[in-house]
């Protein structure tokens, strides 16, 4: 297993190949390969100089999903909340190499001493945030851990923003969220049911499905399954694709026709705010399974 560390970038190498590279800006994972294959999308004008938070790879949202409510803790913060332009801490990595399952799990941290000055205006809480990335053989798996450092509660979301790379969208399919309840942002917020089991994207999709039965979302290429996404404490799942227009209005997205060949599946707490009081620990993540 070899790791290294160039102080803007962590990046990691098992025996079978597989690697992950998190940038400390936002601990923004922005490559995964497995099978000598990426399994993430990042655009090509994609800053990763700390400028703008990463378009592509795994951005992490906290404390609030989306364009803060009004009249709310998170008011002041810009929309997806701080943690992803953020610089976090590199905490250092452990290893587990045997015959069968070598692994590298490295930890980074945030606290709130390590925020912006405006940042920590717009959401004076005592926080601390560690988020374990683990890298085994055809498998990444993430968790984030949200501890409650000072003497209020408070409230957060938590949207773990994966952009998967995929061959075609057309020729791809989603299941896993069969009879799940969903907020429509594309229609005005409009509550539906889904009722697809393979669920095919063929236009701007921007939908929150909230409290899934299910853990595992599974993205199916051409009836193949490509990526099982399987949640862990996290209750409900974002389904991105900008589409055409969404896509020529962001100056970040390149190529412009990149929406074909990326699909956010965005495991999270969002529907709902989750609570941590004085003292308390609360911790989610997700395992992104690579089927080739
Ligand atoms: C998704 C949201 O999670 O992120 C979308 O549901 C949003 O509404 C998208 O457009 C991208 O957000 P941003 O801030 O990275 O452009």
């Known amino acids: ?15 079978s190949g597989d690697t992950v ?17 990426e399994n993430f999308w990042v655009s090509d004008a994609a800053k990763l100089d700390g400028s703008k938070p990463v378009r592509g790879g795994v951005p992490v949202v ?21 943690a992803r332009n953020s610089r976090w801490e590199y905490l250092g990595k452990s290893t587990s190499e045997s015959a069968s399952d070598d692994s590298v799990k490295m930890d980074f941290g945030l606290y709130s001493a390590g925020l912006s000055e405006e940042a920590k205006k717009a959401w004076p809480y005592d926080f601390g945030l560690v988020y374990s990335v683990t890298l085994t053989k055809g498998e990444l798996s993430t968790i984030l851990t949200v501890r409650n450092e000072g003497k209020e509660g408070f409230d957060f979301n938590v949207l773990l923003h994966t952009y998967l790379r995929i061959k075609d969208i057309s020729t791809t399919t989603i299941s896993g969220l069969l009879g799940t309840s969903y907020v429509d942002k594309v229609l005005d917020a409009r509550e539906s049911t889904e009722s697809n089991s393979d669920l095919r994207i063929t236009g701007e999709t921007d939908r929150v499905y909230k409290s899934l039965a299910q853990d595992t979302t599974t993205v199916v290429e051409n009836g193949s399954p490509r990526f099982d996404v399987v949640r862990k404490n996290f209750r409900d ?15 970040d997205f390149e190529p412009k026709t990149g929406w074909r060949e990326m699909l956010c599946v965005e495991v999270g707490s969002v529907a709902e705010w989750v609570r941590v009081e004085e003292g308390e620990s609360w911790e989610a993540g997700q395992t992104i399974k690579s089927l080739v």
Request: proline share 10%; glycine share 8%; net charge positive.
């Open 21 to 37: 590279e998190v940038l400390l800006y936002g601990a923004t994972i922005i490559s995964w390969k497995s099978n000598g294959t």
């Open 1 to 15: 297993v070899n790791v290294s560390d160039d102080n803007s970038k962590v990046t990691a190498t098992i025996p």
């Open 237 to 251: 799942t974002v389904i991105w694709n900008p589409w055409t227009e969404k896509a020529k209005g962001m100056g």
């Open 62 to 82: 906290f404390p609030v999903f989306g364009p803060p409510p009004k009249n709310h803790a998170t008011s002041s913060l810009p929309q997806h909340g701080f």
